[in-house]
């Protein structure tokens, strides 16, 4: 990770005059998508840690915990974030129709939270599509795309599709990996994602999924950190 020590330099911003108050960091944090955490620990000037690329930041005191809680995705705001992220970690040729997110949301709730602080500063998110039947075999078998999905191909058939997850610290991560596997293990039916990092496929991996198939035309395509991979949990316990 690369330690950033000025606030003003941090992804190339540049401000002059006036103080970071909190609603310009939050300002910050929505627009660029960085944790809030990294924003205000550099206003406070304590040194901290962060991965620009991939959004993730370390506390330089490895006993310092992150504090937050969960929520629902609820809106257009809520989508326009996840939609945003996941751009800019997978620039599809056809991006998800970011209404599609609450759609989930509503439908499987469970799935599709955020992971915020108490002033809700956005520091992870989990979202799942349920799928009919039809709509995950062809996502499965590569027919099809994100991008390709519609509202129709959403409905609780037994299949779901992990389609965003992204934490920013390690204790995030670890809790929504907890998460995830306390309801696959609870769960009866088909678990697929669609990995186009090498953090998201080792994670993938962890929870049980198997792999599919690889994608060398969209990595070629994309030209993004890994070839894409589509992998699989059959979950049968009731």
Known sequence: MQTFVRLEELAGWSWTGGEFGAER?????DRALIPLPVLTSLRAGVPIA?????????FLDAEQRLAFCRRAIVNDADA??????????????????RSLYLTA???????????VQE?????????CLPLRG???????????????LSAADLALDGKLYLCSMYAAHRDVGLALQADLR?????????????????????????????RIREDREEWQRTNI?????FLERICDQA
């Open 182 to 210: 306390t309801f696959l293990g609870g769960w009866r039916g088909v678990f697929g994602a669609y990995a186009v990092t090498a953090a998201g496929l080792a994670a993938c991996e962890r929870l049980g999924l198997r």
């Open 105 to 115: 949301a509503k439908l499987a709730p469970e799935l599709n939270v955020l992971y």
């Open 225 to 229: 950190e890994i070839v894409p991979v």
């Open 80 to 97: 326009d974030r996840l939609w945003r992220f996941d751009q800019t970690i997978y620039p599809a040729e056809k991006a998800l129709d």
């Open 25 to 29: 960091l939050r300002e910050i944090a």
């Open 134 to 148: 039809d709509a995950y075999s062809a996502m499965r078998e590569g027919a099809i795309h994100e991008g390709d």
């Open 50 to 58: 962060y991965d620009e690329k991939r959004r993730r930041f370390a």
């Open 119 to 127: 002033d809700d500063g956005v520091v992870g998110h989990l979202s």
